[in-house]
């Protein structure tokens, strides 16, 4: 009996490990959903200014802005969805551990692969909300060089 309580045990704790990369997981959607959300209220307040302006330049200007508010959109999109295949990669680990020790360890590499699998899709929407910091960071700066430009003139 002893050996049995030992092993629900072990099996109890093996489950709990994807916890930790869940709660990682969970931080960085609701940072990405976070950062889609002022990407769109960008994107609409650029609109509504392009919709007033008559100068040909300036609505140049802004359709590149609103193109970029896009591109940053998209990517933030992909980056959520890479993070909810993760966090179900990893609620899939926590099942499969749990099958595998009712199964008598009979899963082999499988809950292993797909916690593998968790943290790539993790890794992959890391790179991809890092790309979207940088573009955001051109455009704030760019949107600040061109005021310092018009202020000027």
Do not use: C, W
Request: zero cysteines; a positive charge.
């Amino acid at each position: 009996m002893f050996e049995t309580s030992d092993a629900h045990f072990s099996a109890l704790t093996a489950m709990l490990a994807p916890a930790f990369f869940l709660t990682a997981t969970a931080s960085l959607l609701l940072s990405a959903n976070n950062r889609l959300a002022r990407i769109i209220d960008r994107a609409r307040t650029l609109l509504k200014e392009l919709a007033a302006m008559d100068d040909p330049a300036q609505r140049a200007l802004y359709e590149q802005r609103i193109a970029l508010q896009r591109r940053r959109s998209l990517i933030i999109l992909r980056a959520g969805q890479l993070l909810y295949v993760a966090i179900s990669l990893f609620v899939g680990t926590s099942l499969m551990l749990a099958a595998d020790a009712f199964l008598a360890h009979r899963l082999g590499m499988a809950p292993m692969v797909l916690a593998a699998l968790g943290v790539l899709a993790m890794f992959a929407a890391s790179l991809l909300l890092a790309r979207e910091s940088t573009l955001a960071v051109r455009a704030v700066n760019e949107e600040m060089d061109h005021r310092h430009v018009a202020r000027r003139e």
